[in-house]
């Protein structure tokens, strides 16, 4: 089981603005990344560290964390923006690597 | 520009042992983390472990007993074998470079293995 927890899924309006939770107390001393997986497709990195974004996702994506929570906020999402998103960071005993749950953005 | 090329048997019947090769091209080989991912049909993201260029590794509690993660660093590929197969490990897997300077994030990913295991 996942020690980092995701809401299964959010839906947004075209153009409006959705937060992705992931939750853990792994969080507490490790800023997670997050990853947009679309189907049949690997997942592609999004955000990491305290609010970094790789070359070429768009800057409407941001992330931030407080305590044991993290997330990944997308403002003015796009119809591309639809997929499944994951977070990563480590266990509570922060030995090891995991991944939350999930998250499935719908655009509507 | 990083490219990884994985490969392996698709197809294994329970008991045996899944093997799986990645090719690193492009980039530097050391400082870095390379990491086995795994998806199950239908299902999330599973961290599997991850092995350094002077060959430390890490693996997931769940899969500790039964995982190898090894390196060439000379032919710039790491391998994954995992033993005692069972329906349960069916799924893609993925190679990934967890890249050192962005804390590990895993920045390029090969295209997926898809293993399956008849129950």
């Known amino acids: 089981s996942s020690e980092l927890t995701q809401d299964p899924a959010v839906s947004v309006a075209l153009g409006q603005t959705v937060r992705i939770t992931c939750q853990g107390d792994?969080?507490?001393?490790?800023?997670p990344t997050w990853y947009q997986q679309k189907p049949g497709q690997a997942p592609l990195l999004v955000m990491y560290g305290k609010n970094s974004r790789p070359s070429g996702i768009p800057d409407r994506f941001s992330g931030s964390t407080l305590g044991n929570t993290a997330s990944l906020t997308i403002t003015g999402a796009q119809a591309e923006d639809e997929a499944d998103y994951y977070c990563n960071s480590r266990d509570s005993t922060g030995n090891h690597r995991v991944f939350g749950t999930g998250t499935r953005v719908t655009v509507l | 520009q990083v490219q990884l090329q994985q490969w392996g048997a698709g197809l294994l019947k329970a008991s045996e042992t899944l093997s799986l090769t990645c090719a690193v091209y492009g980039g530097s080989f050391n400082n870095h983390y390379w990491t086995w991912i795994r998806q199950a049909p239908g299902k999330g993201l599973e961290w599997i472990g991850e092995?350094?260029?002077?060959?430390?590794?890490t693996f997931a509690p769940s899969f500790k007993s039964r995982v190898t993660i090894s390196v060439d660093a000379s032919k710039n590929q790491f391998s994954l074998n995992l033993t005692s197969l069972t329906a349960a490990d069916t799924g893609v897997y993925y190679c990934a470079r967890g890249r050192r300077e962005w804390l590990r994030a895993l920045d390029n990913w090969g295209q997926g293995t898809p293993v399956t295991v008849p129950s």
């Open positions: 792994g969080l507490r001393n490790s800023f």
């Open positions: 092995i350094d260029h002077s060959g430390r590794t």
